[in-house]
């Protein structure tokens, strides 16, 4: 049973009024919002990791100064977004703290290894666009930091997505060595895609009370099976063969069907236990600790600056 307070929270909800910081919020409706864009904010910080693997590698200037752009924009996602979950009453020291004790979770994506170039493109074309994908429609969350955020770094993803598929698509048309890791990079992202979007529905846990609170206007497996038919016939345009001997346009639901998704590979990785887990957490650490001279310096700056302005 809802109290008369959760009542009218709903109502708000339901006739799409956006719920900002200081208004009354019940608390399991704080500790998720918490909680999805926590694990959002470090994913886009560990997802720095794989791409920043290449960028003293890159084959041209051109690709290297857009390399280097997306990188940093990943960043300023993250940055974006722990900005909007400070807003719900709780502190960034504490976030990083859990993100280096290995306590929080982020996206299983960022877990696999870039062993190529093309693994570059694969990963702007197929984990951005998964990524835009499950972001757009949060651009209509109930939460209005998060959403505003989100309009923000949509138009960015889809600058990365572009430039992921335009280096696929240098691939696919170039040498047939090049082409052949092009075909590489996808064999190996293609599946990896397909987990980021979470759990089926039938297992996941959160789905049903977020989509009633907004925080989630789509279930998983929608935005996976929306994800399949955009992407398929952009592989085929490229020239390139989708892993999936299972996959089938169905005419009569109007989507392509697919195989069997390996959850045990799923369970695994956010379990801690994928190829990179255990590098990602310790770069992450080792750049934290790196740069603790800069946050003390920062916070000296700034207790000068105070100090000179009260005396
Ligand atoms: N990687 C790691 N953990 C995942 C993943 C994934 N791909 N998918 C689901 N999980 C976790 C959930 O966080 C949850 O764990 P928790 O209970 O310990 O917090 C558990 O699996 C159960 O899953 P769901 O009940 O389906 O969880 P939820 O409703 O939060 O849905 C989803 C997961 C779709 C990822 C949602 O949180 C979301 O939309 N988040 C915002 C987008 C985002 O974080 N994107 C990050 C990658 S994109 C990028 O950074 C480029």
Redesign the pocket.
Known sequence: EMSPEERAFQDRIDADIKIEPKEWMPEAYRKTLI??IS??AH??II?MQPEGNWITRAPTLERKAILLAKVQDEAGHGLYLYCAAETLGVSRDELLEQLNSGKA?????FNYPTLTWADIGAIGWL??GA?IM??VP?QRCSYGPYSRAMIRICKEESFHQRQGYDAMTKLARGTPEQKQMAQDALNRWWWPSL?????SDAE????AQ?MRWKI?INS?DELRQKFVDQTVPQAEYLGLTVPDPDLKWNAERGHYDFGAIDWDEFYQV?AGNGPCNRQRLRTRVKAYEEGQWVRDAADAYAAKKAARAHG
């Open positions: 909680r999805q694990q959002h994913s886009e997802g979770k982020y996206s299983s994506i984990v951005d990524a499950n972001q949060l987990m980021m979007f979470g759990p996941s846990v959160h789905s977020s989630k998983n956010i």
